[in-house]
């Protein structure tokens, strides 16, 4: 774990200064905050293969994979993709609603934590970039795998393209802005 991650941070000795040290560097990609303390046998991570395949399916049916309407969606010439996404978002924010609402924990017990998120300006040009690539590739990185499903190998670079760009930020994050 790199010290520039965190600044100005005091140093602390003990199983609790590490779990809290490690909540900080964490807490900073505003990733894996609430990762189960439970540990399960290799075969458990199957069901995610297994849902994931059914979205996949979902996907390639519903036409939200299809490059040509993504280019629709980005012309403005169709309702059909502002929809899927819009109702995506409806869905998700009743849940998070209902999930603080009646504070429901995970399907092992454990409790669900919402950390607040601070704002920087990076996330506009990541957003920005992130769109850019989207609209020029006709594909975002949830449902290229599925493209590739149906036929579509020539994704199979933008698969690489992402790998690589994901990469490239893992290499430079320390020297960026955050």
């Known amino acids: 774990m790199s010290s520039s991650l965190i600044k100005n941070k005091p140093q602390v000795t003990g199983s609790s200064a590490n779990e809290s040290l490690d909540f900080e560097v964490r807490s900073l990609d505003t990733i894996c905050v609430n990762e189960s303390k439970q540990y399960h046998p290799w075969w458990h991570n ?3 293969l297994a849902a994931g395949m059914l979205l996949g399916i979902i996907f390639i049916k519903a036409e939200i994979v299809s490059w040509y309407r993504i280019q629709e969606m980005f012309r403005l010439q169709s309702f059909h993709m502002y929809g899927v996404i819009g109702s995506a978002v409806i869905t998700g924010v009743v ?4 999930i603080k609402r009646f504070r429901i924990r995970t399907i092992y ?14 996330q506009i040009y990541g957003g920005l970039l992130f769109g ?14 599925a493209q590739i499903g149906t036929g579509a190998t020539v994704v199979a670079i933008v698969v ?3 790998v690589a760009g994901t990469w490239t930020y893992g290499f430079l994050r320390e020297r960026l802005p955050h």
């Open 46 to 48: 199957l069901k995610y």
């Open 109 to 122: 017990g454990e409790p669900i934590v919402f950390h607040p998120k601070k704002f920087n300006k990076g």
């Open 132 to 145: 850019a690539g989207w609209a020029l590739t006709g594909a975002c990185p949830g449902p290229l795998f």
């Open 160 to 162: 690489l393209s992402a």
């Open 95 to 98: 849940s998070v609603w209902l």
